[in-house]
Every structure is written in C-alpha cells, then in structure tokens.
C-alpha cells in the first residue's frame, strides 16, 4: 500500500497523504474502509463532500460542528479549513486534480482543497490559504499537494490557456498548462514562503503503474487525499 506524503506533517504527528492505485479505486466504500482501517483512521471522524471544481470552503472549529457536518445531507464543496483539528479530519477524491494540504506550524489548523483546473483559475489555493492565515493569526504556513496531472501531460486549447497567463508551455504546437507554477504564485501571494511550499512532481496522468488518471483512461476511478490528527 504505497501513500505519498509530506514528512515535515508526518513529523507533527498528522497522518496524511494520497493513497496509490495499488490501494484500489476510491470510490468503492469497501476500499476507503480498508485503507482507514490500516492507518487506524476511524471513518466516522472524516469529513466528506460533493466536490464541485468551486472555491467553497467550509470551516469547521468543533468535534460537535464535525457531528453535525456529518449528519446533514452532502455539502458541495471543494475545501475543508480545521481548527482545533484533534480527534478528526477530511479526505477528497481525485484522478488528475490537485489535492492541496495547507497547515499552520503545530498543525492545528489544516486545509485539504481538491483543486482542480477551475478551482485553480478561480484563485482556490490563495483562498484556502489565506482562510488558515486569518485563523492562524497570520503565522508561518506550510503547503504539499498530492499527486496530480503536471505539465507534461496537461494540454489544453486556447480558452483554457487564456486563464493561466506565464504558466503556459508551448511544445510542438501544443499547449500545456504548468499547474504548480500557478498555485506557487497563489500561495506566496498569500504570504507562504516558496521554501515551504512541496509539490512534488508525480503525474497522475503519466504513470500508469501508480496512478488512476480521468484524463488518460476517461474512469470513474479515483485516489483518495485524507488528513487525519489522532
């Protein structure tokens, strides 16, 4: 079961990452439950949503804020920001979006964000990032994103390129957007400092061996990004 995560969260005692297509596809609750189950998550303590390639946040500050999350009808949202963050946590579906962890230095307030292209060129990530500034107090924050579809293999037309304006390759005629370029610049406009920031490059949609990708096979199949504080 391989999962790829940041050792800086890790260290702070957060379990986290994006779970590899050896762990089965995400969408199938037997699954998740398997995979909770080998990191001793317990399921009824992640938050869930009907993702929507929006900017809405939800935020939450309370155990009994989270129950009621839970016992409502699915919200529509593409992020969680949580303070107080002990005891529970989120997890998001993708399959060549960005799954985009935000956390303050004790890790007491964590943002999980699925970011797609839209969510992306409607500024999602400085959202998200200066949602945890503000219940921050405007301390240092820290960014990884899970793995995601990267500019070797994102082409795009013109009216997509038009939204990414210096984050746009040309090769051989063709257009590709560079998505970390453009959440690097969205974060650091929020006041991260670069250093902090890790987005490793794994392409969802270039490795086969490790990876569903909506854009390389057109599956329902998805990884799962989670973020959990015992």
Excluded at 86 to 97: E, F, H, M, Q
Excluded at 121 to 146: E, F, I, K, M
Excluded at 189 to 203: F, K, N, Q
Aim: proline share 5%; net charge positive; aromatic share 8%.
């Amino acid at each position: 079961m391989k999962i790829y995560s940041d050792p800086r969260l890790l260290a702070l005692g957060i379990i986290h990452g994006t779970a590899a297509r050896d762990s089965g596809n995400m969408r199938q609750p037997e699954n998740v439950r398997t995979l909770f189950d080998a990191l001793s998550i317990p399921p009824d303590k992640i938050l869930r949503f009907k993702q929507t390639h929006s900017c809405r946040l939800v935020e939450v500050s309370s155990l009994q804020q989270m129950q009621q999350i839970r016992q409502a009808p699915l919200q529509e949202a593409d992020g969680w920001v949580i303070t107080k963050a002990s005891g529970y946590g989120a997890a998001i579906l993708t399959a060549d979006c960005v799954p985009l962890i935000i956390w303050n230095e004790q890790a007491d307030v964590v943002a999980l964000a699925h970011c797609g292209w839209r969510g992306v060129a409607a500024g999602l990530p400085r959202q998200t990032a200066l949602s945890v500034s503000r219940l921050n107090g405007g301390g240092r924050l820290y960014a990884w994103a899970g793995p995601h579809i990267q500019s070797c293999c994102f082409e795009v037309q013109q009216d997509v390129a038009a939204q990414f304006p210096g984050c746009v390759l040309k090769k051989k005629g063709k257009l590709y957007v560079d998505l970390n370029k453009e959440i690097t610049r969205q974060l650091t406009s929020a006041g991260l400092h670069e250093t902090d920031i890790a987005l490793p490059y794994y392409c969802t949609c270039g490795d086969r061996d490790h990876f569903f990708s909506y854009r390389r096979d057109h599956t329902a199949e998805a990884l799962l990004t989670f973020i959990y504080r015992p």
